[in-house]
């Protein structure tokens, strides 16, 4: 048996100019407004993202570091930006493997986010190969351990945030939100952190409820509590995504100050090596049932 992996994950365009493209792949034919555009693209201003964004880079040496570490080829597909998924099913069908292992960077599963992954591989490897698909990875011993680490110790209030998604995912039994829960729960209990609360954030001008509650209302929440030392654990991220420097460390951040608050996050785990192990023996357990 010969295996290769497709790390995938949702694509950050490379420089300021690229925005307008990547929003309107994000958007996948449907109308975009002017000032949502424009918020956006202010938002990548205000960054710093001129002519490259860091994003990409961490995800390149997340994969290389992966590569190195289970001795495979390892091919980046994004969703929604360069390389895509189906290149990255090209790339791994050209080394001649018989197995793929699709792997998204993001670790809880919803059939508004992980599922896309899953079809666009799937449809590209056509067949060629054998998909083991990792689906979620929420509850990894490994990934608890590491992010318990990031919490141990701390004296202030933790609140573990994730991405939110429309509520109506709800009604169908999607298992997002209590994924999310689940992870909070077993890292606090790891870190033997028991004050702690959850909320989400990086909600989108839809017009439909999502889920809540959102962290800059969560802040106001916690100051009227007497709160005023919080630590941010984004469990739903990897990395220094923009909904992390834009939506924790500029909008929370700026919300905190406004209250009297002080506001810390974690290191995000970007391409730590130790995060970079967690990735690994989730590939190798993906692995074990094609190799029995």
């Known amino acids: 048996m010969s295996a290769a992996v497709v790390l995938m994950a949702y694509g950050s365009p490379e420089r300021l100019d690229d925005v307008p493209a990547y929003y309107a792949d994000i958007r996948g034919g449907r109308p975009i407004a002017p000032e949502h555009l424009h918020d956006l693209v202010e938002r990548y201003r205000r960054l710093g993202i001129e002519r490259s964004n860091p994003l990409n880079a961490i995800t390149e040496e997340t994969r290389a570091a992966l590569e190195r570490a289970l001795g ?11 390389p895509r998924i189906a290149e990255g099913a ?3 069908v050209s080394t001649g493997t018989d197995t793929v292992v699709g792997l998204v960077l993001a670790p809880h599963y919803s059939r508004l986010s992980i599922a896309g992954y899953r079809d666009q591989l799937a449809q590209a490897l056509d067949g060629r190969a054998l998909l083991s698909f990792v689906e979620s990875w929420h509850d990894d011993p490994a990934l608890v351990d590491f992010l318990a680490d990031r919490i141990r110790g701390t004296q202030a209030h933790v609140v573990f945030t994730a991405h939110s998604l429309p509520a109506r995912i709800l009604d169908d039994g999607d298992p997002y939100r209590d994924q999310l829960l689940e992870t909070a729960e077993l890292v606090a209990a790891a870190a033997a952190v028991t004050d702690w609360s959850f909320s989400f954030q990086s909600e989108s001008p839809t017009g439909e409820p999502w889920l809540g509650p959102d962290i800059l209302d969560h802040l106001d929440d916690l100051h009227a509590q007497g709160r005023d030392d919080v ?9 220094d995504h ?30 730590d090596p130790g995060f970079v192990d967690v990735l690994a023996g989730i590939v190798r357990r993906a692995l074990d049932p094609v190799r029995a």
């Open 242 to 271: 923009l909904e992390i420097r834009w939506d924790i460390d500029t909008e929370a951040q700026e919300k905190a100050a406004a209250l009297g608050m002080r506001l810390a996050r974690i290191e995000m785990p970007n391409a």
């Open 231 to 239: 630590l941010v654990c984004p469990v739903g991220f990897v990395s």
């Open 90 to 92: 090209e790339r791994a």
């Open 72 to 82: 495979l080829p390892v091919f980046t597909g994004m969703k929604h930006w360069h």
